[in-house]
């Protein structure tokens, strides 16, 4: 159980020759993440860790390992080509942690991926993983999770760690974690985690955690209101940010009303969020409504 | 990135937009000889990365080559203040002078992101020259949109259909679709966040000119557009949001006496908002990003306690990549070759924090260590 990686996850790593691509694959494996293949164009035919065969392309990869998730970490000019790549090739999974892809390159690759099966999270996403079934793909720091029924979905990185650190620290273990990503275009949303949440009979909570910029979370409040059969605490950050500035995420800008944390805090909790008060109080928040379960 | 109205109007003519006939000076002198040269009347616009330009006076009729050179001297070398600015306001260190347009009807047209749909929108409105948000606010009924396809680009349809919807026809109309067609290729084409005319004139003569013009682009696209990185105008943004920039770091100037380091964003903008509900006052915000080692690090520090306002100092970091121990160095380094004394809170968290720790402790810097985000707060409060 948990969603989008389980046991029979099996990964491929676009960019598993680069410095971070490297690191983050053997961390991943040391997790307990199944990585059949790495794919680097020009490197096929040698072994990632003397044990993982590397290919020049992700169809050779498909062909010889029957992998269904790829985590990518090529450099922000190629990333479009790699997301598409691992489409093309019919991978049903796609999880992106590039961060600095240009929004017109995933304007083009949204529009194409809405024909085809695969899904996609980030990119600039940390990653997703499941901690009951020792699957990581991402860059989380895999020790600060623990089994459990929680399950987080949020835009950040290092938040989303915090959060993690602060529900672990509270007895409270996680189901799965999304990190969504922190760009302006994203493949998967928070509507789309909260469905699987929903449907995922380990989770019986979810966390929340959204920023400034854009309309998502008001789309999850909405969604939330009408379909979400869960309880649900959120957290809001950037209420201290100027308007038109980017807050280190190319998505984190407040552009218009809704953009605003205010706006978007109000939303979650008319939908029936319970909203999380500071950011020291995710722990807190979720022990308080399992509480009351 | 933001570029300045007279390249963005130099990217329009590319475009085959119509732009007043005009000129950029740099001094006083030569703004009279342009005037001189437009006929003796021209609107002379200061050059700075920031709106409201008219209500901060930075926009200006002049009838006479000596207005013109009285004005432009008031105007370069000065800091323009705007509602849009901050109080100490942006440098003047050029204008545009264009000749006078007569106008007969103001529009409004713009192509930017569509988060919720992951397309580029146009937007038009026939409530040009006013502030787009507001009439967005009061009265949304007034801007019209058309999603763009990035498989299909704009289509004709949809330039017709809002020329129609602005009440525009015959060449008048004509004009705007090609104004519109042409907008929708620069977004597209030159990895733009944004492209405004505000407004958008219909001219007493008929005809169609692009008074004002905005253009942002996409940081992230910027390494496709050599030529337009070389638009940069370091002088138009906060020094030492430029200098963060350069090193890779994500910094924003803020108003209070709290500087930040912090990595990540969701994480940075927690903090912040976390230090105002105890009553602190964020001077920063500071993602110092992933994996950042012991020099970038330093830099981060160096660049927050360079702020006068920076009283104190709060660490707030998450190792992952980034260890602890190393970040540790790297404060203590700063700190040590700056001689800045502002009085530390230190959170760290994950891979190396004790080491971290102790590298602080053994450092004789005035450190108050937290281990909690709660504790951390509470040393803000008390530090207040």
Known sequence: ?293 | MKVHEFQAKAIFSRYGIPVPRGCVASSAGRAARIVGDLGGKGVVKAQVHAGGRGRGGGIKLVTSPPEAEEFVASLIGSNLVTPQTGPDGVPVKQVLIEEPVGIDRELYLAVTLDRAQAMLVLLASHAGGMDIEEVAAAHPEDIYSESIDPLLGLMPFQSRRLASKLGLAGPAAREAWAVMGAIARIAVELDCSLVEVNPLVVTTSGAMVALDAKINLDDDGLFRHQDLMELQDPSQEDPREAEAAALGISYVNLDGDLGCLINGAGLAMATLDLTQTVGGSPANFLDVGGGADEEKIAAAVKIIVSDPKVTRVLINLFGGILRCDVAARGVVQAFRETGANQPLIVRLLGTNMEEGQAIFRESGLPVAFADTLTEAANAIHQSA
């Open chain 1, 1 to 293: 159980m948990g969603i989008l990686v389980d046991a029979g996850t099996r990964a491929i790593v676009q960019g598993i020759t680069g410095r971070e691509g490297s690191f983050h694959a053997a961390a991943c494996m040391d997790y307990g993440a199944n990585v059949v293949a790495g794919v680097t164009p020009g490197r096929g035919g040698q072994l990632f860790r003397e044990q993982v065969p590397i290919f020049d392309s992700v169809e050779e990869a498909v062909r010889e390992t029957q992998p269904n998730a790829s985590l990518i970490f090529v450099p922000p000019p190629f990333a479009a080509d790699a997301i598409v790549e691992a489409a093309d090739s019919g991978i049903p999974l796609v999880v992106c942690v590039t961060e600095g892809v240009p929004v017109q390159d995933m304007v083009r690759v949204y529009r194409y991926l809405e024909r085809k099966n695969t899904r996609l999270v980030g990119p600039n996403s940390p990653g997703v993983i499941n901690p009951g079934a020792n699957c990581k793909l991402g860059i989380m720091p895999g020790s600060i999770h623990q089994p459990g029924r929680a399950g987080v979905v949020s835009r950040s990185g290092t938040l989303t760690y915090e959060a993690v650190h602060q529900l672990t620290r509270e007895g409270i273990g996680q189901s799965s974690c999304v990190g969504i990503g922190g760009d302006p275009i994203i493949g998967t949303g928070f509507v789309d985690a909260l469905r699987l949440f929903d449907a995922d009979a380990q989770t019986n909570l979810v966390v929340l955690i959204g920023e400034i910029g854009g309309s998502m979370e008001q789309e999850a409040a909405d969604y939330i209101r009408e379909s979400f059969s869960k309880p649900i605490c959120a957290l809001v950050v950037g209420a201290t940010a100027p308007p038109g500035k980017r807050m280190g995420h190319a998505g984190a800008i407040i552009t218009g009303r809704n953009a605003t944390a205010a706006s978007k805090i109000a939303a979650l909790q008319q939908a029936g969020a319970k909203v999380i008060p500071t950011p020291a109080d995710i722990g807190s928040t979720a022990r308080s409504v399992i509480d009351h379960l």
